[in-house]
């Protein structure tokens, strides 16, 4: 039996919210948890991102705060009654825009703060009053220290994604933000995993907590179909490009392990013909939201990213995930292919194995609890073998769109103009164009039968489709129109 927000009895203005959201039923943690949270017990929840958990603990805090429900204009009003903590300035704008969604017909007030901007326009909104606040820890802590923010009368707090949280060192804050609240109140936390460190926190700030597990803990989503191929480093760009043309996939996330590997990756796809841009830690903030931003409008069909750069982005139902290197930690695996597969979708994660994989995949076995099956990739007779490449005339490497280094990341962009192409003469020496034309064979799974929702008005074909039609436009009502912020992501500590 699916359980349908009908039997919630919410309020009308939060019924009238959901159903403009379309969802037909709710999911696994929604069914599990909004009954609690309406009970005012604290919870302990595993689940992952992209499980429908914002709304497991949104609607069931709106419908209790129901009753505080004003049109007043008066701060006093409007007290700070819950506050929702994230580990990043990214997660932190998702869930605030989720909220607002769900409160949009009531009086209830929400926003977010987080670092990287000037406070001056956070203490304003913070001052006029707020009832859902929705915040990173420092620059909550900075709110509270300048007494913009007043947490005396907070009556549910949600530690949200509390184990990327700890592993990023919030500990120190969340001990003090905790500190400041009265204690008594409704505590949430919710996390992809259990870890020892996740259960100490819970003892000391949940009381008697129910404990919901809608998935088991460090497991993958099962909508996602996973493939472990065995592949040479050499030929894996080559399987990236046939699994895409296999699987007449649109868009896809790459992930790699470190910044310098990410680059020239990225730059290697590009001359390879993909529209491919990459998000790593040396990027500047303005770059990465650029790199974000051509992404989400179907401008870039590859996003090649480090982990922790492509932390808590909120692009959604990614229809595939590659992992060009397997995790060095675990963990990330499972991060990274919850970018796939969401809220019921179905998704593909394929991971690339060389030989030197042996003790990450090991790692992967034991936090999965499962072997993990290696399959070989036959690779098609008219594939293009990319590693194939020779210098041209004068030592220079000239590529074109079907033309690739043999090592990734060597050539100027100038030498791939078009113009020094024509002067030296190349052309004539150029390996036959690809013939991408082929229908993909017949997939496995019906969700790849369709056409992947276009991201954007200004989205293009995929570059490995040169001839397929355009799919019909619309932006993926997964892809969210995103307010702009100064900056993305958590504190580099990745490697290069
Ligand atoms: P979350 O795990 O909260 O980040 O949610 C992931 C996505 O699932 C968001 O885009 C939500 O809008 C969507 N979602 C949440 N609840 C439901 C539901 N009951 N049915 C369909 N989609 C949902």
Not at 138 to 158: C, W
Not at 251 to 280: D, I, M, P, Y
Not at 341 to 362: I, P
Not at 373 to 396: M, S, T, V
């Amino acid at each position: 039996m699916t359980a349908s927000f009908s039997n919630l009895s919410l309020a009308e203005p939060l019924a009238r919210a959901v159903a403009e959201m379309g969802y037909e039923s709710m999911t696994p943690i929604q069914a599990e948890a909004i009954p609690v949270v309406l009970t005012g017990k604290d919870v302990m929840g595993a689940a992952q991102t992209g499980t429908g958990k914002t709304a497991a603990f949104a609607l069931p805090l709106l419908q209790r705060m129901m009753k505080h429900e004003n049109p007043s204009t008066s701060p006093a009003r409007h007290p700070v009654r819950a506050l929702v903590l994230l580990p990043t300035r990214e997660l932190a704008v998702q869930v605030a825009e989720q909220v607002e969604l769900y409160a949009k017909y009531t009086n209830l007030r929400s926003m977010v703060v987080f670092g990287g901007m000037d406070m001056k326009p956070q203490t304003l909104e913070l001052k006029r009053g707020v009832e859902i606040l929705v915040a990173t820890p420092g620059r909550l802590l900075d709110h509270i220290e300048a007494k913009n923010a007043v947490l005396n009368q907070v009556e549910y707090v949600v530690l949200d994604e509390a184990d990327r949280m700890l592993d990023i060192g919030f500990l120190p804050d969340l001990q003090r933000i905790l500190s400041y609240l009265p204690k008594q109140r409704t505590t949430l936390l919710f996390s992809a995993t259990f870890s020892p460190e996740i259960r100490r926190l819970a003892n000391s700030y949940l009381q008697d907590p129910v404990t919901i597990e809608v998935a088991r803990p460090n497991a993958t989503a099962s909508t996602v179909e996973q493939h472990f191929y065995s592949v040479a480093d050499e030929d894996k760009r080559r399987a990236l490009h046939q699994t895409l043309r296999q699987r007449g996939m649109k868009q896809a996330f790459v992930f790699v392990n470190s910044k310098l590997g990410c680059a020239r990756l990225a730059r290697s796809l590009e001359r390879e013909g993909l529209k491919t841009t990459a998000l790593h830690g040396d990027k500047s903030q303005d770059e990465r939201l650029k790199a974000l931003e051509s992404f989400k409008k179907g401008e870039v069909d590859l996003l090649v990213c480090t982990d922790v750069a492509a932390r808590g982005l909120d692009i959604k139902d990614v229809p595939a995930v590659f992992n060009f290197d397997i995790p060095f930690n675990a963990e990330d695996y499972i991060h990274r292919i919850g970018r796939t597969g969401r809220a019921g979708a179905s998704g593909l994660a394929v991971s690339f194995v060389s030989n030197s994989d042996g003790r990450l995949m090991a790692d992967l076995e034991k936090l999965l609890k499962s072997k993990i099956e290696l399959e070989a990739i036959e690779f098609e007779e008219d594939a293009p073998d990319i590693r194939r490449q020779g210098r041209i005339n004068d030592g220079r490497r000239m590529y074109a769109a079907d033309e690739v280094p043999d090592e990734p990341g060597v050539a100027p962009r100038s030498a791939r103009q078009p113009d020094n192409a024509q002067r030296d003469g190349a052309r004539a020496e150029r390996p036959p164009r690809r013939d991408f034309s082929r229908p993909p064979p017949v997939s496995r799974d019906p969700f790849f039968d369709k056409p992947y929702e276009a991201p954007g008005e200004a989205a293009a074909a995929p570059a490995w489709e040169p001839t397929s039609p355009r799919p019909a436009r619309s932006i993926s009502a997964n892809i969210k129109p995103r307010r702009r912020v100064a900056a993305l992501f958590r504190p580099e500590t990745e490697t290069s």
